[in-house]
């Protein structure tokens, strides 16, 4: 199992959740391009996309710290809320067909481009980055999380070696949960910070 720091006792899970990292800082993650997708952090200009996308009331309910109805407001505090480096959050948005160029740092036009998707990153203590996810009803069952969530562990693992990365799902989410398991989650047995979820490490 991974532990946090090297060489040092792993500490409880939930301890990681009540100290505030104050060195690592999720401000500046690149941009970085899958296959299909561009991944980048949410700006102002973005709301009204991330409103569309995330008015719906199957992801309101999925996703306890959002509000509904979602409102442009609601999605202007959310971009907000990145500002201090301790969470961030990312859409996932198509790319060109004839676009070939994968990896980080490619061309920063996203206008025209549909937002299908959204990551949170969001550093927990001085030891873990939990991360969470949803889907646009039009994307969902066509690879687009795997897609995006998969890319984002692997940069959050380069750019953070020392944290591990956790998630909280609940157990009746069966699409969520198996989409973690194949992202390489496992179950911790310990319930997580929000109600009714319980808390999932990767590797």
Same mark, same amino acid.
């Given at each position: 199992?991974?532990?946090?720091?090297?060489?040092?006792? %792993?500490?409880?899970?939930?301890?990681? +959740?009540?100290?505030?990292?104050?060195? =690592?800082?999720?401000? =500046?993650?690149?941009?970085?391009?899958?296959? %299909?997708?561009?991944?980048? $952090?949410?700006?102002?200009?973005? *709301?009204?996309?991330?409103?569309?996308?995330?008015? =719906?009331?199957?992801?309101?309910?999925?996703?306890?710290?959002?509000?509904?109805?979602?409102?442009?407001?609601?999605?202007?505090?959310?971009?907000?809320?990145?500002? %201090?480096?301790?969470?961030? +959050?990312?859409?996932? &948005?198509?790319?060109?067909?004839?676009?070939?160029?994968?990896?980080?740092?490619?061309?920063?036009?996203?206008?025209?481009? =549909?937002?299908?998707?959204?990551?949170?990153?969001?550093? !927990?203590?001085?030891?873990?980055? #939990?991360?969470?996810? &949803?889907?646009?009803?039009?994307?969902?069952? !066509?690879?687009?999380? +795997?897609?995006?969530?998969?890319?984002?562990?692997?940069?959050?693992?380069? !750019?953070?070696?020392?944290?591990?990365?956790? *998630? #909280?799902?609940?157990?009746?989410?069966? $699409?969520? &949960?198996?989409?973690?398991?194949?992202?390489? +989650?496992?179950?911790?047995?310990?319930?997580?910070? %929000?109600?009714?979820?319980?808390?999932?490490?990767?590797?």
């Amino acid at each position: 199992m991974t532990v946090p720091f090297r060489a040092r006792p %792993r500490p409880h899970i939930g301890v990681m +959740f009540t100290i505030r990292a104050t060195r =690592d800082s999720l401000a =500046d993650l690149p941009r970085i391009e899958t296959a %299909r997708l561009a991944i980048a $952090a949410l700006r102002p200009e973005d *709301a009204q996309d991330l409103r569309r996308l995330t008015d =719906d009331p199957a992801i309101t309910a999925a996703v306890d710290f959002l509000p509904n109805p979602f409102t442009v407001r609601d999605a202007e505090q959310l971009i907000r809320s990145g500002a %201090r480096g301790q969470d961030r +959050f990312l859409g996932a &948005w198509m790319r060109p067909t004839d676009a070939p160029q994968t990896g980080e740092a490619a061309s920063p036009d996203l206008a025209g481009s =549909d937002l299908v998707g959204v990551v949170g990153t969001h550093l !927990r203590g001085p030891g873990a980055i #939990e991360i969470g996810y &949803w889907v646009g009803g039009a994307a969902r069952g !066509r690879g687009y999380a +795997f897609e995006a969530v998969s890319a984002i562990l692997g940069l959050l693992a380069r !750019r953070f070696p020392a944290r591990i990365i956790v *998630a #909280e799902c609940r157990p009746g989410n069966v $699409a969520s &949960w198996g989409l973690l398991q194949k992202l390489g +989650f496992r179950d911790t047995g310990e319930e997580g910070h %929000r109600p009714g979820r319980r808390l999932l490490q990767r590797g």
